[in-house]
């Protein structure tokens, strides 16, 4: 076989996929300029990698190979880079003092995967008062980075340093930073490496000090180009990890997978973790493609956290809802039991609760909560939850003055939007849990009346109750205290399982006003083939779909771009 120059020659392929190799063979690009009837050479290591082990890249023992290969020579395929584009490909990053603002109480501050300068020059010349610390390990990154007009070394200190396997502050002289930025940098290391590179960040941070951080985020244009069925065998090297033509590699974070790795690291997460969405047109193409990036703050504590598995927590409601086909049913000692435990859960989790600033829908909150990802705690805001209060900031028409009651009242936070921003007369906000609500009322106190922030709105404004489906009493006891029932009736996130969809349409049609005017709305996570359940089971209960109003409709688009989540959706019903 004919030796391919640069690198070692190909191992033997099966005989019986010699098709699919002479295939791949055909379609890799020969550079120009080789001498005629020399060895072809081919343009890049991986369509070498392609041609060698197409085959092959199903098997775990080669996927293993080629992805140690690619992470070992890691800065060997970043300094071909920028050797072969040097300062030219990336853009000088100019919106980062727009971005983080905080950045100007910086004095000393730490750059992690500079490249050649395109984030740390401009924080230089946007912050007077500021030092910058910059490394890369691609030596040629750093030789650049020097050579550029505006590298000022009196002000700035560019070295050599792969932060996954050697400590940084011994280059920093002992001295530690007050902050850090690191955008478009863990995306490029292997995902088991991330977690030694933050722990030489975190010995190089202040205790307190702020991390900064914008990368690639999972369902980008290039990650879905990634997934294609053409590449997805030969550019996947593990779960959301992938190798380019040029050898360098790259991660897409979820919000969870962000949030997870910094929290066991020793830092805690500042703001909600976002992914931002920006639609980029191709007018020639009549193409639009969506880019997303994902951006967080995190303050290094020093204490790193066991994450939670939260999913645990959906054992005791499956339990339930598997006895809750008709509301009047009288729960049996399984159900009494897995309610008991959900109240252990929450008086555990109750000490592990944060209050945080909320100030992103026009009022400045303080929430106390548990932060993780999944829709089924009480204890912590979901993503629907979050979305919804957006959509009640933009569009508050539907609530003005309206009675209200949530079902799945959670922390609370949409009941005080909906009374401070989308100006309803009363929330009543229920929940299963007995520690839910306490937390849910002590929300409420710290925010409205003399001791909060909007001290000309009551706490009684906002009333907890305890609704279990199962328990028509629960139901009842509500209706004695709002005997017309309620105008409006909202949840966020609680169509998590699909046998909770009959017990909550039955629920939510009792407590609904009869004068025809009372509207159901629901926020849920989009999920596959669940739509046309909940409408059937809506129908069962009596509820039928109600039209969304074009104000409402540009309302919730917008306020799902805001927050880059497309997958959450907004139905309403009214009484059939």
């Not at 922390?411 to 849910?440: H, I, K, Y």
Request: proline letters at 5%; charged letters at 25%; hydrophobic letters at 35%.
């Amino acid at each position: 076989m004919t030796r391919v120059v640069g690198f070692p020659a190909p191992g033997p392929v099966p005989i019986q996929r010699d098709v699919h190799f002479l295939s791949a063979l055909s379609k890799l690009r020969v550079s120009s300029g080789q001498a005629s009837g020399s060895s072809p050479r081919f343009a890049s290591p991986l369509r070498w990698c392609m041609a060698t082990s197409l085959c092959a890249m199903d098997e775990p023992k080669s996927r293993r190979f080629w992805t140690a290969k690619f992470t070992s020579e890691a800065d060997q395929y970043w300094d071909r880079f920028y050797l072969r584009h040097g300062d030219r490909f990336f853009k000088d990053r100019h919106y980062l003092q727009v971005e983080f603002p905080d950045l100007a109480g910086s004095r000393r501050h730490l750059e992690l995967g500079c490249g050649v300068g395109n984030a740390a020059c401009p924080l230089l010349s946007a912050f007077e008062g500021m030092h910058v610390i910059c490394c890369d390990f691609s030596q040629k990154a750093v030789e650049t980075l020097r050579g550029r007009d505006d590298y000022d070394p009196s002000r700035m200190d560019a070295f050599v340093c792969d932060v996954a396997k050697e400590p940084l502050l011994p280059h920093l002289g002992g001295n530690q930073a007050d902050s850090a930025t690191l955008v478009f940098v863990l995306s490029a290391m292997h995902p088991d490496a991330m977690k030694k590179a933050l722990e030489h960040l975190g010995e190089a941070m202040k205790t307190g000090g702020r991390v900064y951080v914008r990368d690639y985020a999972a369902e980008d244009l290039t990650h879905r180009r990634f997934g294609n069925k053409s590449s997805r065998n030969i550019r996947k090297l593990q779960e959301n990890f992938y190798v380019r033509g040029d050898g360098t590699c790259v991660y897409y974070f979820t919000p969870k997978s962000l949030l997870q790795l910094f929290e066991t690291s020793g830092f805690r997460a500042v703001e909600p973790v976002r992914v931002h969405t920006r639609q980029i047109l191709n007018r020639k193409e009549d193409l639009s493609m969506d880019r997303r990036w994902i951006q967080a703050q995190f303050e290094y504590t020093g204490d790193p956290c066991v994450p939670c598995d939260w999913e645990w927590m959906h054992e005791e409601q499956e339990a339930i809802l598997r006895h809750m086909e008709d509301l009047a049913l009288e729960p049996g000692p399984e159900v009494v039991e897995a309610l008991e435990r959900i109240q252990e859960r929450d008086e555990l989790l109750l000490g592990c609760l944060e209050t945080r600033p909320v100030n992103e829908f026009g009022v400045n909150l303080q929430i106390t909560q548990a932060f993780c990802e999944s829709e089924g705690s009480g204890l912590a805001v979901s993503v629907p939850a979050r979305v919804f209060c957006a959509f009640m900031y933009r569009h508050p028409l539907p609530f003005a003055g309206r009675t209200a009651c949530e079902l799945g009242g959670g922390c609370g936070l949409c009941a005080l939007v909906a009374v401070s921003v989308a100006c309803c007369q009363s929330v009543t906000c229920c929940d299963c849990s007995r520690p839910v609500l306490e937390n849910m009322e002590n929300n409420t106190n710290c925010n409205l009346g003399r001791d909060g922030h909007l001290r000309e709105l009551s706490p009684a404004i906002i009333q907890p109750a305890l609704v279990r489906w199962q328990y028509l009493e629960d139901v009842q006891e509500l209706l004695s205290k709002q005997d017309k029932g309620f105008d409006l009736v909202f949840s966020t996130g609680c169509l998590t399982h699909s046998d909770s969809f009959k017990p909550f349409f039955r629920t939510a049609e009792r407590l609904l006003a009869t004068d025809g005017r009372s509207v159901l709305m629901i926020a849920y996570s989009k999920r596959g083939g669940e739509e046309a359940r909940i409408l059937e089971d809506a129908a069962v209960a009596g509820l039928a779909p109600a039209p969304v109003t074009v104000g409402e409709h540009n309302a919730w688009i917008a306020a799902c771009h805001e927050h880059g989540n497309d997958k959450v959706a907004l139905s309403k019903f009214r009484r059939g």
